[in-house]
């Protein structure tokens, strides 16, 4: 998969799961997909920042670091693997360094759309894709074998304009947190973002999203529209 590929899902999975989740769903209540998709946007909207350890795993590359969000558009992700990599989006522009080549790209986010940039986040979800359970909405491992349990819901797209076919979304039924986001393309790629440790509300300054790249860095803008593997 295209690194741009890559990046187009995490601006849309970050927002996702990073804008817009308060209380568990009432006992005996029967929940249609889209309800509880909505109850999952309701619960983020009392979330203004949070930090996290993530994995990012496309085909065979994993990345692997701590994320820091601040709403509605902040973010950025210090990569343990790669040693020294940084993501940095702040609502316009979206930043990634690249140790090993000594290289910036940038991408105006807002040339991809202006609904890629909203603080609305779950609402993306929730206007271009269609919503339904896994298996139901009872509570299922989260992998074969697992003791970690998810409500899984599927997210398939109604518009041939998304990258992504199909987007799952494991949630966390007692804390109605996001716990792991997939993403599979149109030529049956997966992406797939794994959250733990999530801490919310912590009071994150917006002056940690402020990246300076090293003065031996080269820029490239617009990466989004070049070939760049």
């Known amino acids: 998969m295209k690194l741009r590929n890559l990046l187009f ?9 990073g804008s817009n989740f308060a209380a568990k769903l009432p006992a005996q209540e029967i929940v ?5 998709l909505d109850r999952l ?10 930090e996290a350890n993530i994995v990012i795993r496309s085909g065979t590359t994993t990345m692997n670091g701590k994320i820091s969000y601040l709403g509605p558009y902040f973010m950025r992700i210090d990569c343990t693997t790669p040693a020294e990599q940084v993501i940095v989006f702040n609502g316009q522009t979206l ?16 040339t991809m759309g202006a609904s890629m940039a909203s603080s609305q986040g779950l609402a993306l ?3 271009y894709y269609v919503p339904s359970y896994v298996s139901g909405p009872d509570a ?43 993403g599979r393309t149109i ?7 794994d959250f733990s ?28 529209f070049r070939d760049i593997d």
Not at 32 to 36: D, I, L, R, W
Not at 95 to 110: C, D, H, K, T
Request: charge should be neutral; glycine fraction near 4%; hydrophobic fraction near 45%.
């Open 32 to 36: 249609t997909a889209s309800m509880y």
């Open 95 to 110: 930043s990634v360094y690249l140790p090993g080549y000594r290289a910036v790209l940038n991408q105006e986010v807002a």
């Open 197 to 224: 440790n999530i801490r919310t509300n912590l009071g994150i300054p917006g002056e940690r999203f402020s990246y300076d790249a090293p003065a031996t860095a080269s820029m490239y803008n617009n990466f989004l």
């Open 125 to 127: 979800f929730r206007r």
């Open 41 to 50: 946007s309701e619960r983020y909207a009392g979330i203004r920042d949070y």
């Open 140 to 182: 299922v491992p989260i992998d074969e074998g697992s003791s970690e349990m998810v409500i899984k819901l599927r997210l398939t797209r109604n518009s041939v304009l998304e990258g992504f076919r199909e987007v799952i979304l494991s949630v966390d039924p007692e804390t109605m947190l996001i716990r792991r986001m997939e």
């Open 187 to 193: 030529a049956d790629a997966l992406v797939r973002f």
């Open 9 to 17: 899902f995490l601006i849309l999975a970050l927002q996702a799961a």
